[in-house]
């Protein structure tokens, strides 16, 4: 596995976790409670449990409000893009905020060029 040591490390210790059965996660089972059990391992922090609690327990309302490419798509939009106020902007959207991340992922990513492309024979 590449990558940073400390990186492959708790994805290692996630998953011999997972494995043994000391880390059971469930999308049935209350979000903040699964957040909370993947924090306390070792090199994951809430940025990775938020992630996780999204996109593999489908929990709707997740709103990575660190995430610099999420508030990039923010100020892009024409939203507050300061973690603080990002959050407090967002509460709004609550319980649907992992879907909102999406879209300001969307929303940051780049544009095609709209420039035409000279063909080459």
Known sequence: MRGPARRTAAILGVARALADGSLALSSADDPAAQRAA?????????????????????????????????????AAL????DRRTLAAHAERWAPWRSYAAMHLWRAAAP???????????
């Open 111 to 121: 544009r095609p060029s709209s420039t035409p492309t000279k063909e080459t024979p």
């Open 78 to 81: 024409g939203l507050p893009d």
């Open 38 to 74: 993947l924090e306390a391992m070792p090199g994951v922090g809430p940025w990775t449990s938020g992630y996780v609690a999204m996109r593999v327990l489908h929990d709707p309302d997740v709103l990575l409000d660190g995430d610099l490419a999420l508030r990039a798509g923010a």
